[in-house]
T-cell receptor
Framework: AQKVTQAQTEISVVEKEDVTLDCVYE???????LFWYKQPPSGELVFLIR??????QNEISGRYSWNFQKSTSSFNFTITASQVVDSAVYFC??????????????FGTGTKLQVIP | DAGVTQSPTHLIKTRGQQVTLRCSPK?????VSWYQQALGQGPQFIFQ???????QRGNFPDRFSGHQFPNYSSELNVNALLLGDSALYLC???????????????FGPGTRLLVL
């Protein structure tokens, strides 16, 4: 069965500090997708990134970067020079094909990030 | 380009009642998934609809049912409400694609249901 673990429940950092959010996943599939979503207090999940299991290249998007390591089944997310607007709950998610070929997405429990001005 | 919309935004019901939540997918999307997010938890998959049929279901009782209309919009129905059904209900849409599981889901703002 697939599982996503976000061991950090809450993290507080001072503005401009770098912060890394950890994500460890379990799956028996060789083909799968990993996602990160941001959930601000308004509640709507905002898509940040999608990676497939065959692409281990790190990705950078502005202040955001992601480190995907299949050897450790991890997909960590780093925010550089954090800002108050980054305060939110961040979810890591795993998508694999079900037996019928349809999408089955499992979310972690989320990491609440508080950026203090 | 309109994103995923949900209605109502908030809802208060009492135990035993029934509720219907609505979702309109993002333009161009044909697949709708529903999630339940309890306070402090990650979203839990309820079911997914494609071509007006339930294609996948999570570990939720039959009290949870749904429907997808020809215009791809969807409803989530919950019967015999329990206190534990209080949660944020999120709708996500995607385009199924060749395999389906590789597609990114885009989420609506959710409906906050409170059962008293």
């Amino acid at each position: 069965a697939q599982k996503v673990t976000q061991a950090q429940t809450e993290i507080s950092v001072v503005e401009k500090e770098d912060v890394t959010l950890d994500c460890v996943y379990e799956t028996r599939d060789t083909t799968y997708y990993l996602f990160w979503y941001k959930q601000p207090p308004s509640g709507e999940l905002v898509f940040l990134i999608r990676r497939n299991s065959f692409d281990e290249q790190n990705e950078i998007s502005g202040r955001y970067s992601w480190n995907f390591q299949k050897s450790t089944s991890s997909f960590n997310f780093t925010i550089t020079a954090s800002q108050v607007v980054d305060s939110a709950v961040y979810f890591c998610a795993l998508s694999e094909a079900s037996s019928g070929g349809y999408q089955k997405v499992t979310f972690g429990t989320g990491t609440k990030l508080q950026v203090i001005p | 380009d309109a994103g995923v919309t949900q209605s109502p935004t908030h809802l208060i019901k009492t135990r035993g009642q029934q509720v219907t939540l609505r979702c309109s997918p993002k333009s161009g999307h044909d697949t709708v998934s529903w999630y339940q997010q309890a306070l402090g938890q990650g979203p839990q998959f309820i079911f997914q609809y494609y071509e007006e049929e339930e294609r996948q279901r999570g570990n939720f009782p039959d009290r949870f049912s749904g429907h997808q209309f020809p215009n791809y919009s969807s409803e989530l129905n919950v019967n015999a409400l329990l206190l534990g059904d209080s949660a944020l209900y999120l709708c996500a849409s995607s385009s199924l694609g060749l395999a389906g599981f590789e597609e990114t889901q885009y989420f609506g703002p959710g409906t906050r249901l409170l059962v008293l």
